[in-house]
């Protein structure tokens, strides 16, 4: 039988290359998405054309209200997204995201039998993001391991991360060495409802310089 593994997947070009590694290891994949107040949308149309590509078994969204939260400009309309470079952690930082969403795949994982759950944090080509750190995945895999039935009966859960350490034109590359399209992906923090990019947010100028510096023509839609 082939092994299973959560994927984490938001449909931007982090994840979907994610998805594709996990599957070139073996893993029959199911792909997680959350839907939690987030302004662009449009990412969760583009997670489930990524899935779909790629042939996952199961793609799921799950709902939660990050919105109700607030502090982020991602979840808060009435703060304005930066169009500009900042120093330190950006107000686009969502208060303990990939925490939840870390265990919301957990919590599926561990119902599907799986031990492998994929992630695509990067602490290299990254905004700041403090949950986008090896001492972040690290303690969460320690978490996993003990906070679980299947982890205190022996079952021994693991967190990949592969995306860690490159930087976004090495993501780039190992997405295209593995056929990905990243034409279907959506990045963007402010993203139309039809997908397309404002270029000028964190994000776009991170994705746009990967492409860049990879020597790769950019698939991104513009508005």
């Given amino acids: 039988m082939n092994k299973k593994a959560v994927v984490l997947l938001s449909g931007g070009l982090d994840s979907a290359t994610v998805l594709a590694l996990a599957r070139e290891q073996g893993y029959e994949t199911y792909a997680l998405s959350v839907s939690y107040g987030q302004r662009h949308v449009a990412e969760l149309a583009a997670a489930q054309r990524v899935a779909a590509a790629l042939g996952a078994v199961r793609h799921q969204t799950l709902h939660i209200d990050l919105d109700a939260v607030g502090g982020s400009a991602l979840t808060d309309r009435s703060i304005a997204v930066p169009e500009t470079p900042v120093t330190g952690i950006p107000i686009t930082y969502v208060p303990a995201r990939n925490t ?124």
Avoid: M
Avoid at 168 to 190: F, M, W
């Fill in 100 to 223: 939840l969403f870390l265990s919301l795949s957990l919590g599926w994982a561990e119902v599907l039998g799986a031990t492998d759950l994929f992630i695509g944090v990067n602490a290299v080509d990254y905004s700041g993001y403090p949950d986008c750190r090896p001492a972040f995945i690290d303690a969460f895999e320690q978490l996993a391991n003990v906070a679980t039935k299947a982890g205190v009966e022996g079952a021994c859960f693991r967190i990949h991360a592969p995306l860690l350490k490159l930087s976004k034109a090495e993501i780039i590359r190992e997405g295209l060495r593995l056929g990905l399209d990243y034409g279907l992906t959506v990045s963007c923090y402010q993203a139309d409802e039809q997908g397309r990019a404002c270029g000028r947010c964190d994000s776009c100028r991170l994705r746009a310089a990967g492409f860049a510096e990879a020597g790769i023509a950019d698939p991104t839609p513009y508005r």
